[in-house]
Structure formats: C-alpha cells, structure tokens
C-alpha cells in the first residue's frame, strides 16, 4: 500500500510516529510524510520515507488559509493517490479528513491532544467542536490518547462510541528507554522539565517555582531541555529564557535527538502542563524508573499515579507544584526509586509500543477492507452503484 502520514511537522513523525512508520515499512508497505520540512526529513528518508513538503501555518486561526490548507490537501490526494492517509495535529486531522472524504480516500487521524484551542475560550472552542464534528462524522475509527479526551468527545457527540479508540500515546520503547539507576543521594537533587516551552505546558508556574524552592534549598537544580521560541501563541522567546538562565533559577539544556542522558542525570522529572493527549516526557522518564510530578489534568493523570509513580498537582498553580517537588524533597532515596519502580512497571504493562504498532496494523486492514451492502439477498461491495440491482417494487 501507498501510505501518507501527515502533522504539522516531520519532526512529530520522527519523535513520536517512528515505531507505526517502522512497522508500515517493514510491512512492505511504501510511506510518505507530508508536512512542513524541519531537521527530521534527513532521519526519515534514512528510514525509507518519502518526504513531501506541506505548506502550512501552524498559529493562524484564519479561515482561509484553512480553506486553501483543505484544497491543498486534495491535490495531494489527488496525485499521490493513496491507500490510507494517517493524520497527526488539530489542523491536518480536521481539513485532512474534510479533503480525503470529498477524495473518497480512507483516513485514520489520531488526536494527540486538544491543544490550545480547547484552552483559548468558547468561541474557539465551538468553532473546533463544529469542525470536529463535521470532520469526523464519517470516519470508521478515531484514535484518541487517553480517556478524558475520548469522553469528551463522546459526551460533546464530536464523535460516536464505535469510532472512538484508545490508544497509550504512541508507546514507548521499553529496551531504548531503560530503567536507569538514581543519582547518589549526597549529589543535588535536578528537576527536569522536557517540553516545547510554552506557556500551555506550565513553563512560567516550573520557573517560579524554582525560584521558591531555590530560596529554601540553593543546591536543588531545575533544568528545562526544549525549543524555545516555535511557531506557537502561547511559545516563551530566547530572550526570556536566557534572562531566567541569567537570574541563576534554571539551566537551559537547548534541544537534542535524545533525551535520555538528561532523564538518566535527573531525579525526577516535571510537566506541569494544562492539557496533554499522552505525555510523552513523563512516559519516556516513568520508562526509565524516574519519579515524575505532573498536573492533575487530562492526559497527564492516566500516566501519573499519585503518591505512587510520582505526584499530581493543580495546574496553573505555582504554590501547587512548589508544594509537591517540597514533598518529593522529603523522600528518603528507597521511597524516591521506589517511585520511579512502579513507573517503569506501569510502562510495561500499558504502555509498550507494540501495543499501538499493532492497533495500526489492525485500523489500516479494517480501512482496506470494502463494506459490502446486501439487496435481494446478494452482497455487493459499498462503494459500487447497486441501485439497478435492486428489484422493481
């Protein structure tokens, strides 16, 4: 089979579809990556991927660039001809799915997360909910990441019961991200915050944060490890950033194409995000045995067992998050791997790669399928014209 596979960068299919495209492959299968080039495309071409650059603006809310983003969508349809289209990201998933059905072509997006749309008021959030629902009414199976989400959409009618599917995330790699011993307990405890920084992931409340736990505890370390000004509203600029590093309240590790020396240098790792689909920061570092604190929100709560693999607190709350790393503090070093223990066991049991490479597997065969419709006792497949089947009444 052709198979595309579009989101709003090459990066995201890199960092967090790699185990689906590798599977794909491996099935004999020829991919294709569609969307706006970054320093990914070198990586999935080595992997064997065509790579189709997708013009596109991430931040604009304007209709018609989302109305030329849907007609471009076709004519890609069009000539590249697809088996499947797989759909990552607000944006190709809603006009991907729009422009694959006037194509009659299959489509399976998986929604990673609601975004800053569903954090930005009403009126934005009606407008997503209608497109949703409009997007989304005729497809087989929408994959969603965790439960919140998915009776979110059920309850908002986005989506029927019998489409939606839970998947964990885009799994994890459990030999790649191996259980890593702690720190010595005579070395500084680090805090490592591994996210795009935006303020939607709660970099503002990590930073202050560290400025009161530092005021207590000079030696603590809080390390942020991401890129700093994307293309996003609610994105934190270098000046910034560099100002914070300036002040002596955190250490800014940059970007790098493997997080796990940062986890395996850290004693505990940090998302105080206000919404997530599947964290896959706090899944990478519960697969390496590191306690994680985290919000008590959708997404992040079903990787997070409180008091157990970590803690949960409030989001938008300095004092909440300042409380809980306060309360990791207090741990003797058994309690703190302990921790970190029966994150690397919930990983195992729920979280496996394997797991979502073979619910692709099995959407995809579905997808490829034809229905067939039944008339005067006979079965046609769906997609041909069987009125002059049917008899005359």
């Known amino acids: 089979m052709h198979i595309i596979m579009t989101a709003n960068a090459t990066w995201n299919i890199w960092n967090f579809r790699r185990p689906v495209v590798e599977a794909l492959l491996a099935d004999g299968n020829q991919v294709t990556v569609l969307a706006p080039l970054d320093d990914a495309v070198r990586d999935l071409e080595h992997l064997g991927c065509r790579v189709r650059p997708l013009a596109m603006s991430v931040q604009s809310l304007n209709p018609f660039e989302d109305l030329k983003l849907q007609c471009r969508f076709k004519q890609i349809f069009c000539k590249e001809k697809p088996s499947v289209v797989l759909s990552y990201t607000i944006k190709n998933n809603l006009f991907g799915a729009q422009a694959a059905r006037s194509m009659g072509v299959p489509f399976l997006p998986n929604v990673t997360g609601l975004g800053t749309t569903f954090l930005s008021g009403k009126l934005l959030q009606t407008l997503t909910e209608h497109l949703y629902r409009r997007s989304f009414k005729a497809l087989k199976t929408v994959f969603l990441q965790n439960e919140d989400d998915r009776d979110l959409f059920l309850k908002r009618s986005l989506l029927h019961p019998d489409q ?97 020396p940062a986890i395996v240098a850290a004693s505990c790792v940090l998302l105080p995000s206000y919404r997530e689909g599947s964290p896959r920061a706090l899944i990478e570092a519960a697969a390496m045995a590191r306690p994680v604190i985290s919000t008590n929100v959708p997404g992040c709560r079903a990787v997070v067992d409180h008091n157990v693999s970590g803690f949960l607190c409030d989001a938008h709350s300095t004092e909440s998050l300042a409380a809980a790393i306060e309360r990791f503090l207090s741990l003797s070093p058994e309690a703190q791997q302990a921790m970190g223990q029966f994150g690397r066991a919930k990983m195992e049991q729920k979280y496996d790669q394997s797991i979502v490479v073979d619910a692709y597997r099995e959407a995809v065969s579905r997808l490829m399928k034809p229905e067939k419709v039944r008339i005067n006792g006979y079965s046609f497949p769906s997609h041909l014209k069987t009125d002059r089947y049917a008899s005359t009444p």
């Open 164 to 260: 939606a599917q839970l998947l964990p995330g885009s799994g994890i790699d459990l030999i790649r991200f191996a259980p890593a011993a702690m720190l010595p307990a005579e070395d500084a405890p680090v805090f490592l915050m591994i996210a795009r920084l935006l303020r939607d992931k709660g970099i503002l409340e990590f930073v202050d944060a560290a400025r009161k736990i530092k005021a207590r505890h000079p030696k603590v370390r809080f390390q942020l490890l991401g890129e700093a000004g994307t293309k996003n509203r609610s994105a934190i600029d270098h000046a910034t950033v560099d100002a914070w590093v300036k002040e002596g309240v955190v250490e800014y590790l940059g970007t790098t194409k493997d997080v796990r």
